[in-house]
């Protein structure tokens, strides 16, 4: 079992940054891959980012060269900066754990907007 922690979510206006944390706990061992997924209102959710355990990330071309997905193995975290905001970046975000099965955390909101 994995436990994933996700903050750092909030307003912020068009073209501002955010980075959202997240913290895992627990089988951490076991953990192949991590990243982040959203929904926005009224939507599916999606993928945004994953960094696997090599330390190589990927990127939905949505956010590719505006955010980046970073891990700190000493702390168990997995980082997602955020710059350069968009109001269709709004949604609920959630962190992603694989092991060979999926955990997620709870999700922090982002809302971008003036």
């Known amino acids: 079992q994995v436990q994933l922690v996700e903050s750092g979510g909030g307003l912020v206006q068009p073209g501002g940054s955010l980075r959202l944390s997240c913290a895992a706990s627990?089988?951490?061992?076991?953990?192949?891959?991590m990243g982040w997924y959203r929904r926005a209102p009224g939507k599916q959710r999606e993928w945004v980012a994953t960094i696997i355990i090599d330390g190589k990330t990927n990127y939905a071309n949505s956010v590719k060269a505006r955010f980046t997905i970073s891990r700190d193995n000493a702390k168990n975290m997995v980082y997602l900066q955020m710059n350069r905001l968009k109001p269709e970046d709004t949604a609920v975000y959630y962190c992603?754990?694989?092991?060979?099965?999926?955990?997620w955390g709870q999700g922090t909101q982002v809302t971008v907007s003036s």
């Open positions: 627990g089988s951490i061992f076991s953990i192949k891959a």
């Open positions: 992603n754990v694989f092991t060979g099965t999926d955990y």
